[in-house]
């Protein structure tokens, strides 16, 4: 599994430097739009249920304005518009990476 090295904010964009040299680049507006937190995405019940995940699908203008790494997997990002329960694994963002290519 890849790694997060350095993770920098670069005006807008969020600059992720990987343990295998990649570099990825996201907009915040981008990388709010694809939070694969509860409230984004939704969640399911065990009979099946879909509960939330109906809000908004583009976030124009909003900014990441911190992040922390979640043990040894994910990164979670702190957002203007006080976002901040997704846990983007690193898997996830790799795979964002190369669907944004």
């Given at each position: 599994m890849h790694t997060p090295v350095n993770i920098q904010l670069i005006g807008t964009e969020i600059a992720i430097g990987w343990s295998d040299g990649m570099e990825t680049y996201f907009q915040g507006d981008e990388l709010?739009?694809?939070?694969?937190?509860?409230?984004?995405?939704?969640?399911?019940?065990?009979?099946?249920?879909?509960y939330g995940g109906d809000g908004p699908k583009r976030f124009p203008g909003v900014t990441v304005t911190g992040w922390e790494i979640v043990g040894n997997y994910a990164v979670r990002f702190d957002f203007s518009d006080r976002h901040r329960t997704g846990l983007y694994s690193y898997a996830f963002l790799r795979d964002l990476a190369e669907r944004h290519r």
């Open positions: 709010r739009a694809a939070s694969p937190s509860a409230e984004n995405i939704g969640e399911r019940d065990i009979l099946g249920n879909q």
